[in-house]
């Protein structure tokens, strides 16, 4: 662990939850369930294609008894309306706004996942596969003293990052974005960019305010750490920094 005060590095007990085996399936699972609870529902309007003055001819008129259009401009070709397979009718089975389209995922599936992926921090070939630069980074997981939390400003933080070396991981992030390829770019979302450092700290002492305009670099409390943000698009192995506070409160709330 680096101690930001003394520039001393001292060894800590993880905690089990570092234990467990990764398990990218149930993790992608997890991802692909919170993903999709966030899926807008949409569908049409109950009543399209019936808001006319359509009726069924009568028997003998000798047309087929489809309900039909009133008025000159249809009578001519006798468009049909309401049922769904005439020209211009609604759809048979639309989409229907009240459809649960979320991917369901058991309870214990949910906590395996979170356990899983925290394991998945500490180990240096999930980390580098998964893209991030590791190469000025000793051993994870990455672990700093409390008064990382009080950092107030950005100069600060890159200096302790550039120190654990973690700050190349951030140049790549910087250096890899790039223009969205189709219609995104005009749909308010142009650029794509790589995710970069995680910092899970245990108290907001003036470190959110001082890492975010870094980027790629995000920063949760230990009750906001779930599989998405520690594995995202579902690839176990973000690279992450941990107070030392967090980490026996993340200790605490998975032990069990």
């Known amino acids: 662990m680096n101690r930001l005060n003394e520039g001393e590095e001292r060894k800590v007990d993880l905690p089990s939850v570092f234990q467990w085996d990764v398990r990218p399936d149930i993790i992608k699972k997890a991802v692909l369930s919170a993903q999709s609870s966030r899926i807008q529902p949409k569908g049409t309007n109950p009543r399209a294609g019936m808001e006319t003055t359509a009726e069924t001819p009568e028997k003998g008129s000798g047309q087929t008894r489809v309900r039909r259009i009133k008025g000159r401009r249809y009578q001519a070709a006798g468009r049909g309306a309401w049922a ?3 020209y211009g009718g609604r759809r048979a089975h639309p989409s229907k706004s009240e459809e649960d389209r979320g991917e369901g995922i058991n309870k214990k599936e949910k906590n395996l996942a979170t356990r899983s992926a925290i394991s998945a921090t500490k180990d240096m070939e999930t980390v580098s596969s998964r893209g991030h630069n590791v190469d000025g980074i000793e051993s994870l997981p990455l672990v700093v003293d409390d008064d990382f939390e009080g950092l107030k400003k950005t100069r600060e933080v890159k200096e302790v990052m550039e120190e654990l070396g973690v700050w190349e991981d951030v140049k790549r992030v910087k250096e890899g974005r790039k223009i969205r390829a189709g219609k995104g770019k005009s749909r308010g979302r142009p650029y794509k960019k790589k995710v970069g450092p995680l910092l899970v700290v245990s108290e907001d002492k003036g470190i959110f305010r001082a890492s975010r305009n870094i980027p790629g670099v995000d920063v949760v409390l230990p009750d906001q750490v779930n ?7 579902g690839v176990p192995g973000r690279l992450t920094i ?6 026996e409160e993340i200790g605490r709330r998975f032990s069990s």
């Open 242 to 247: 941990w107070t030392e506070s967090a980490m």
């Open 227 to 233: 599989t998405e943000i520690l594995a995202p698009g």
């Open 84 to 86: 769904p397979f005439t």
